[in-house]
């Protein structure tokens, strides 16, 4: 992608080279992310002519030929003779239909519609709202399809967004990245009101036996209270690491928010992204930035 000569971009986030409005993808120096995320907090942009996404080509009018004259004869011919293939078409169907048993229709034969593996959101997707817990939080784009895994031990429903990382992992499973939400199930630590530090502790516990690939070691980025739409919460992230045969990834990023909405159970977002695509670590401190409560 780069001229002779010509060194190639450094690493970093830019324009989304398939020209969608107001997304990026990481550059990795040779290559693309595989997914696209908004821009917003946590995502410095940067521009290259280089990387620039291309327009596409408008294709302009071809003239349009003036029809030529033709003759009442002529006409005539050309119907007659559609009149007889028409006939003789028919007739065929008739008969067939006369020996053998009615052909199924195309959209009743096995494979003839071949949908897409995963629920994905409507195209006009956003924000994703989340009734259940009781906040919402953005939508990231292309490549993120919606959460159809039965559910979290954590959180009594599940919504959000990932993507597959590995198919299959030796313990026989699909590894992802996700950002989910829910409200949090009884027993991990809300007592109530001013219990928000000790529920993200809970959890983050909770996950880490749940999900990752052991032994494994965490170090703690952050461990603090925060605001949320003028909602007490807390936010606690951390950086796993394991040396596990058969694994991509050899360590993730998690954060988990707690935000009390002022119900029976406070709210989960649970964010975790492989190190396999480091590049979109960014994307934790903007879904958490922009989390809003219901």
């Known amino acids: ?10 690493p970093g986030w830019y324009a989304d080279p398939d020209g969608t409005p ?24 940067q521009s290259s002519p280089v990387l620039a996404p291309t327009r596409p080509e ?21 119907l007659g003779a559609v009149a007889a293939v028409v006939a003789v078409v028919v007739g065929l169907v008739v008969g067939t239909r006369d020996h053998d048993e009615p052909a199924a229709a195309p959209a ?13 959101f409507t195209p006009s997707t956003v924000r994703i709202i989340d ?22 031990a954590e959180t009594s429903t599940v919504a959000g967004q990932y993507f597959t990382t590995q198919e299959l992992t030796p313990a026989g499973d699909r590894f992802i990245a996700q950002c989910t939400s829910g409200p949090v199930r009884e027993g991990l630590g809300w007592t109530g009101p001013g219990s928000e530090a000790a ?8 996950v880490r036996g749940n999900y990752y690939p052991g032994p494994n070691e965490r170090r703690i980025l952050r461990d603090e209270p925060r605001t949320v739409d003028g909602h007490a919460a807390h936010l606690l992230e951390f950086q796993l690491s394991w040396d596990v045969e058969g694994y991509d990834a050899t360590g993730e990023r998690a954060a988990l928010l707690v935000v009390d ?31 809003e409560v219901l």
């Open 58 to 78: 408008v294709p302009q009018p071809q003239p349009v030929p003036e029809p030529q004259p033709r003759s009442r004869r002529g006409t005539w011919l050309v």
């Open 1 to 10: 992608m780069t001229g002779e000569g010509q060194p190639p971009p450094p």
């Open 22 to 45: 107001g997304m990026v993808r990481w550059w990795s120096g040779s290559g693309w992310s595989d997914v696209a995320v908004p821009t917003g907090p946590g995502v410095a942009v």
């Open 108 to 120: 009743d034969r096995p494979g003839s519609s071949q949908l897409p593996s995963g629920p994905t």
């Open 261 to 291: 909405v002022g119900r029976p159970a406070p709210a989960l977002l649970y964010i975790s992204i492989p190190n396999t695509h480091a590049e979109l670590y960014g994307v934790i401190d903007a879904v958490v930035g922009a989390v």
């Open 131 to 152: 009734e259940q817990s009781g906040i919402s939080y953005p939508y990231l784009g292309e490549g993120w399809r919606e959460y159809d895994f039965a559910f979290m």
């Open 199 to 206: 529920t993200a502790a809970a959890l983050a516990d909770s």
